[in-house]
């Protein structure tokens, strides 16, 4: 399987076969520990089952490849981005768990992507954030397919979770 990602070049495929995942567990990071707003960074792999996506049908997410040290590099890039907000970006899974429905969000960050298709770097239902557990799934995720490069992963993150806080593409 090979997702193109839309960040970079598209002669340069992600390949997603094999057995994927950190070589360590993914570092807990929090951009603003008081914040009741949460953007999660979801790096070790998912099992999700969401009427939004997929038709429902369950999603095995493999977790990123991406090391501690990449991981570290991506949360800062995205973490710079969401800075003027009042936001906590985290890799803390218990983070994302105590937060209110409706002020979270997870960010999968997978090269598993054969169950949407190829040509995409990723995907966001816009308003998914504030409408999560109303027009949406109470755990509904956006997903990033760029997982190998820090940058690119970093950018499909900064871009999905925007569509979930109802940004749209400028141009």
């Given at each position: 399987v090979t997702c193109f990602p839309r960040?970079?070049?598209?002669?340069?495929?992600?390949?997603?076969?094999?057995?994927?995942?950190p070589q360590e567990s993914p570092p807990i990071l929090s951009s603003r520990s008081g914040a009741t707003a949460v953007l999660y960074l979801d790096f070790d792999g998912e099992t999700v089952t969401d009427p939004a996506w997929n038709g429902g049908k369950t999603i095995?997410?493999?977790?990123?490849?991406?090391?501690?040290?990449?991981?570290?590099?991506?949360?800062?890039?995205?973490?710079?981005?969401?800075?003027?907000?009042?936001?906590?970006?985290?890799?803390?899974?218990?983070?994302?768990?105590r937060a209110p429905v409706g002020r979270r969000m997870r960010c999968i960050i997978t090269p598993t992507c054969d169950w949407y298709g190829y040509g995409s770097a990723g995907l966001a239902m816009r308003h998914s954030f504030a409408n999560a557990g109303s027009s949406y799934s109470s755990p509904i995720p956006c997903w990033v397919f760029a997982a190998s490069n820090p940058k690119h992963a970093a950018e499909g993150a900064s871009h999905e979770l925007g569509h979930t806080l109802g940004l749209r593409h400028d141009g």
């Open positions: 960040f970079g070049r598209s002669d340069e495929p992600i390949t997603a076969a094999g057995n994927f995942g095995v997410a493999q977790p990123s490849p991406l090391t501690s040290s990449e991981i570290t590099a991506v949360w800062n890039l995205v973490k710079e981005d969401y800075w003027p907000f009042n936001i906590d970006v985290t890799t803390d899974v218990m983070r994302y768990n």
